[in-house]
């Protein structure tokens, strides 16, 4: 799908992957809704940013998610690609992985995505398509060690896209699941830490990729509709630990 004139919601867009897609989007000529918890900063996202709108919404809260959609349609009057970019790290071994912390990032990194999905999807359908995109991990794909809540939540995301991509094949509905590697960004320092945990971080075949590398893919996706796109041609033969 070609994104000028689009109508696109961005969550998690004041920071790292969210913040350079919309940016990217807006360049080729998008109109796009910025979301995330962190009003102030969304808004002077928002001010440098022509046809965008900054929607405050915590993406683990159901009703903020459906007042997001909504106003972002009454907005702007269509709703044509949403990205489900939203997300939190969580490290612990399996032994020590807190059950409240796994809920809140299941919460955050599958059913907030599936809610938003939920909502968009009649509005996509009485348009006569749309595109969805799922931002899951290069972490679904592994087995790291003190990883498993949060490579689960991601692996859950793409086992839904994926389904939900065969399901709405009729409606031209388009869902794709993209799997950033280690960014820059700051992911590292939000991601949620059991005690003890002093894990080398940006140790593998590169050290990280920007932000805007990432962005770029996310753009590819769209314009392909490709189902999965990996940060690296590698990535599509990790099933293996790889540290
Ligand atoms: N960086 C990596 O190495 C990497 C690798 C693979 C996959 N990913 C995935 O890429 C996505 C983007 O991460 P990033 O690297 O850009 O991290 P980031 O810099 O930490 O950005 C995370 C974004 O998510 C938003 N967010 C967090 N909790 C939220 C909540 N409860 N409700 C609404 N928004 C929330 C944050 O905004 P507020 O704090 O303002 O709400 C922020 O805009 C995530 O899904 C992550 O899992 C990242």
Same mark, same amino acid.
């Given at each position: 799908m070609n994104v000028r004139d689009k109508v696109v919601i961005v969550t998690g867009?004041? &920071? #790292?992957i969210g913040l350079a897609t919309a940016k990217l989007l807006v360049k080729r000529g998008a109109k796009v809704a910025l979301v995330s918890r962190s009003m102030e900063k969304l808004e002077k996202i928002s001010a440098e940013l022509s046809n965008s709108i900054a929607i405050r919404a915590d993406m683990t809260k159901i009703l903020e998610i459906k007042r997001m959609v909504d106003q972002t349609h009454e907005h702007f #009057?269509?709703?044509?690609i949403l990205i489900n970019n939203a997300g939190q790290g969580y490290d612990a071994p399996v032994e020590k992985t807190d059950i409240d912390t796994f809920h809140y990032i299941f919460d955050l990194d599958v059913i907030g995505p599936l809610v938003a999905m939920q909502q968009v999807i009649p509005i996509m359908r009485k348009q006569g398509g749309g595109a969805i995109i799922n931002i899951s991990s290069g972490t679904a794909l592994m087995y790291l060690p003190n990883m498993s809540a949060y490579s689960a939540s991601k692996r859950a995301l793409a086992g839904i896209s994926l389904t939900a991509r065969e399901e709405l094949k009729t409606d031209n509905i388009t869902v794709s699941v993209v799997y950033p590697y280690i960014t820059l960004t700051e992911f590292e320092k939000n991601t949620i830490k059991a005690s003890g945990d002093n894990r080398e971080q940006g &140790? #593998? @075949? &590169? @050290?990280g990729d920007t932000a805007d590398y990432v962005a770029q893919k996310i753009l590819d996706g769209i314009e392909s509709g490709e189902a999965e796109i990996f940060a690296?041609?590698?990535?599509?033969?990790?099933?293996e630990r790889k540290a």
């Open positions: 867009a004041s &920071s #790292g #009057g269509r709703v044509d &140790s #593998g @075949p &590169s @050290p690296h041609d590698w990535m599509k033969k990790m099933t």
